[in-house]
């Protein structure tokens, strides 16, 4: 079946450090792969997204590479900020597009 | 971008009244919705897939009686958490996918935080 780990948080950084989430899936076809934030109280926002293998998402300083051979989509910032602050999810979908499979998330507090 | 609006955002009720939510989708056509409910802290948790024109899809364990969705239109699909108790507060979140970009993606609305006393 299809699922997402996702790293476990929280993650506490200082602002300006480099950020790494881990995430990887198990699908049984050729899912697009997706990362979303969620600031507190509100709902989620798409960050960014990659449909096919070796295609890199990016948006805001973030990115991610679907990555095939290993199953990853880790999501990277080479230098966070105190508004990065909030949880990260990441996502598939099946071929269909029907239904996603989420994470547990991953809540990141960058520090001044 | 896509936008998906929810209405109300807060919405506090007495045990045993029914609470309607709305979404939306502003400025695409959504033949297909989802409704998920988040507990604090947590992940997202699928309810119900929402079709145009036809009967929700539930998710096992949910409720359809408790639950009701209505998708009677291509922008507007509604959950209605009927005889409300207190074990319902939580965050209802609605999703949609743009079905003329393909389907691949869904777009979120805000949230509607239900507090039920």
């Known amino acids: 079946g299809n699922s997402v780990t996702q790293m476990e948080g929280p993650v506490t950084l200082s602002e300006e450090a480099f950020l790494t989430i881990n995430c990887t899936y198990t699908?049984?076809?050729?899912?697009?792969l997706f990362w979303y934030v969620q600031y507190p109280g509100e709902g989620l926002q798409l960050l960014l997204k990659?449909?096919?293998?070796?295609d890199k998402g990016s948006n805001k300083g973030f990115e991610a590479t679907y990555r095939k051979e290993t199953t990853s989509f880790h999501l990277e910032k080479g230098s966070v900020q105190v508004s990065d602050s909030a949880v990260y999810f990441c996502?598939?979908?099946?071929?269909?597009?029907?239904?996603?499979?989420f994470g547990t998330g991953t809540s990141l507090t960058v520090i001044p | 971008g896509a936008v998906v609006s929810q209405h109300p955002s807060w919405v506090i009720c007495k045990s045993g009244t029914s609470v309607k939510i709305e979404c939306r989708s502003l400025?695409?056509?959504?033949?297909?919705m989802f409704w998920y409910r988040q507990f604090p802290k947590q992940s997202l948790m699928l309810m119900a897939t929402?079709?145009?024109?036809?009967?929700?899809?539930?998710e096992q364990g949910v409720e359809k009686d408790k639950f009701l969705i209505n998708h009677a239109s291509l922008t507007l699909s509604t959950l209605t958490v009927t005889s409300a108790h207190p074990e319902d507060s939580s965050f209802y979140i609605c999703?949609?996918?743009?079905?003329?970009?393909?389907?691949?993606?869904?777009?979120f609305g805000p949230g509607t935080r239900l507090l039920v006393l």
């Open positions: 990659a449909t096919k293998a070796d």
């Open positions: 400025d695409f056509q959504a033949t297909t």
């Open positions: 929402s079709n145009e024109g036809s009967k929700a899809t539930y």
């Open positions: 996502a598939l979908s099946e071929p269909a597009g029907n239904q996603f499979y």
């Open positions: 999703s949609a996918r743009d079905h003329l970009s393909g389907g691949k993606t869904q777009y």
């Open positions: 699908a049984t076809g050729y899912p697009s």
